[in-house]
């Protein structure tokens, strides 16, 4: 049940990516969870993920998702996000847990994103007026400035009205 961990939904866009041989860096990735949590608020009107999104210089980013993967800088993404099993005290692949009606609403949205370059991913976080544009160009720039559910909501509502 939403909203999801976020290394989970990850997870779901590198296997979808590894499922179609397309390539993904960590800006793309989190380009492309952060589309589809704008897709699933909008469609449920809940949050996909329970991460807070923060405008960063590059667009939207999730902390836990730079973080996981910031090893591999620009390179392609090797590996998958990982959790602490508190069982066992190990590192484990953070589990794909996303309910079926979810997933298969995500699906065609993510196979669409995994197609779109880095480069237009970030110009399309980017638009005037959109959530990450307010945000960046609204406030006095520092580090952790969130992106709100609400904006990214009123952004839809906006744009849906055009």
Same mark, same amino acid.
């Given at each position: 049940?939403?909203?999801?961990?976020v290394r989970s939904v990850a997870n779901f866009v590198l296997s979808r990516a590894s499922g179609?041989?397309?390539? /993904?860096?960590?800006?793309?990735?989190? #380009?492309? /969870?952060?589309?589809?949590?704008? @897709?699933?608020?909008?469609?449920?009107?809940?949050?996909?993920?329970?991460?807070?999104?923060?405008?960063?210089?590059?667009?939207?980013?999730?902390?836990?998702?730079?973080?996981?993967? #910031?090893?591999? $800088?620009?390179?392609?993404?090797?590996? =998958?996000? =990982?959790?602490? $099993?508190?069982?066992?005290?190990?590192?484990?692949?953070?589990?794909?847990?996303?309910?079926?009606?979810?997933?298969?609403?995500? =699906?065609?949205?993510? $196979?669409?994103?995994?197609?779109?370059? @880095?480069?237009?991913? /970030?110009?399309?976080?980017?638009?005037? $007026?959109?959530?990450?544009?307010?945000?960046?160009?609204?406030?006095?720039?520092?580090?952790?400035?969130?992106? %709100?559910?609400?904006?990214?909501?009123?952004?839809?509502?906006?744009? %849906? =009205?055009?």
């Amino acid at each position: 049940m939403p909203p999801y961990d976020v290394r989970s939904v990850a997870n779901f866009v590198l296997s979808r990516a590894s499922g179609s041989g397309q390539i /993904v860096t960590n800006l793309s990735l989190n #380009k492309i /969870v952060y589309f589809l949590h704008q @897709a699933f608020l909008t469609k449920f009107g809940s949050p996909l993920v329970s991460a807070k999104i923060e405008a960063w210089k590059h667009g939207p980013v999730f902390r836990e998702i730079y973080h996981q993967f #910031k090893a591999f $800088d620009r390179s392609p993404i090797g590996s =998958r996000a =990982r959790r602490l $099993d508190v069982r066992t005290g190990k590192y484990v692949d953070c589990p794909i847990e996303i309910e079926y009606d979810h997933e298969f609403f995500l =699906r065609p949205i993510c $196979d669409e994103l995994l197609r779109i370059p @880095a480069g237009k991913l /970030v110009d399309m976080s980017h638009v005037v $007026d959109g959530p990450w544009h307010q945000i960046w160009h609204g406030h006095p720039i520092n580090p952790g400035m969130k992106i %709100s559910d609400d904006l990214i909501l009123k952004h839809a509502s906006e744009q %849906s =009205r055009h």
